[in-house]
């Protein structure tokens, strides 16, 4: 059974970093999209970060040169290094697998959630 585990999150002040982890099991972790979401209280959940099982990356405008998303295949981990954070990061992050076997099985699993907390 597919299982992600987020970890990492926190309270930090703005201009500050932190990193996310997510731990994947029960999945081949190397042949997955993984990506970070995030959920502010009030708002949709949108797409912070993703990469590729092949390495390639995608980031929301918001994020580009300060997030940086990286994925250890022999650690079945992705990560999320997050800098010079704003008081609108603020957020709970979400880890997420999307694979297919095929273009009609596809497969989408989710975190709990970490809450990031930044003061101003």
């Known amino acids: 059974q597919a299982q992600l585990v987020e970890s990492g999150g926190g309270l930090v002040q703005a201009g500050g970093s932190l990193k996310l982890s997510c731990a994947a099991s029960?999945?081949?972790?190397?042949?997955?999209?993984m990506g970070w979401y995030r959920q502010a209280p009030g708002k949709q959940r949108e797409l912070v970060a993703r990469?590729?099982?092949?390495?390639?990356?995608n980031y929301v405008d918001s994020v580009k040169g300060r997030f940086t998303i990286s994925r250890d295949n022999t650690k079945n981990t992705v990560y999320l290094q997050m800098n010079n954070l704003r008081p609108e990061d603020a957020a709970v992050y979400y880890c997420?697998?999307?694979?297919?076997?095929?273009?009609?099985?596809?497969?989408?699993?989710w975190g709990q959630g970490t809450q990031v907390t930044v003061s101003s």
């Open positions: 990469v590729l099982s092949g390495g390639s990356t």
């Open positions: 029960g999945i081949i972790f190397s042949l997955y999209t």
């Open positions: 997420n697998a999307k694979g297919a076997l095929g273009p009609l099985t596809k497969y989408d699993y």
